[in-house]
T-cell receptor
């Protein structure tokens, strides 16, 4: 049973436009959400996070939105740059004890930014 | 400052062989993790160590053992490798996770 779902395996966007990556979750115990970016042959790198007490978090060109009632979050990249081309993973954690240590990842969305 | 270092980068094993994947971090982090990434599956947690001296199972622990040797090092051992363990293995530390660059393991 997939608790974190990224339903779009891939996304292509023109340079300078907005990229929107989506993520849905099913576990109501999740209270902390993260996005990671991964280039080929490298480990994932942390991009941005959001706690369930917020509905938006911004860091430069990257903004994450959280809709708790819909159990949905999205990552907006504006403007998109060719260097943003990578696989983006959504991840979630929550609950007490072991739940706070265990990140559950989605399957990833491959973003291609076309110059 | 190297961050999280994993060795080896690549490894090929025959079914039934054993090996240990090494991981070390120099960021003085308490928690460390082992994940595997398979095509179309995202990253799945194998084992984690919340602090030196403790280890706990994650989502897919079968066929693996771990050792938290000290605060810096967290190793993953395959006692009898199987083709289903062909994967890319990532070590990570702290929260938000800092990942190493992975070990690509093939079991034939």
């Amino acid at each position: 049973d997939q608790q974190v779902k990224q339903n779009s395996p891939s996304l292509s966007v023109q340079e300078g436009r907005i990229s929107i990556l989506n993520c849905d979750y099913t576990n109501s115990m999740f209270d902390y959400f993260l996005w990671y970016k991964k280039y080929p042959a490298e480990g994932p790198t942390f991009l941005i996070s959001i706690s369930s007490i917020k509905d938006k978090n911004e860091d430069g060109r990257f903004t994450v939105f959280l809709n708790k009632s819909a159990k949905h979050l999205s990552l907006h990249i504006v403007p998109s740059q060719p260097g943003d081309s990578a696989v983006y993973f959504c991840a979630a954690s929550g609950g007490a004890g072991a739940g706070s240590y265990q990140l559950t990842f989605g399957k990833g969305t491959k973003l291609s930014v076309i110059p | 400052n190297a961050g999280v270092t994993q060795t080896p980068k690549f490894q090929v094993l025959k079914t039934g062989q054993s090996m240990t994947l090494q991981c070390a971090q120099d960021m003085n982090h308490n928690s460390m993790y082992w994940y595997r990434q398979d095509p179309g599956m995202g990253l799945r947690l194998i084992y984690y160590s919340a602090s030196e001296g403790t280890t706990d199972k994650g989502e897919v622990p079968n066929g693996y053992n771990v050792s938290r040797l000290n605060k810096r090092e967290f190793s993953l051992r395959l006692e009898s490798a199987a083709p289903s363990q062909t994967s890319v293995y990532f070590c990570a530390s702290n929260s938000p996770l800092h990942f190493g660059n992975g070990t690509r393991l093939t079991v034939t």
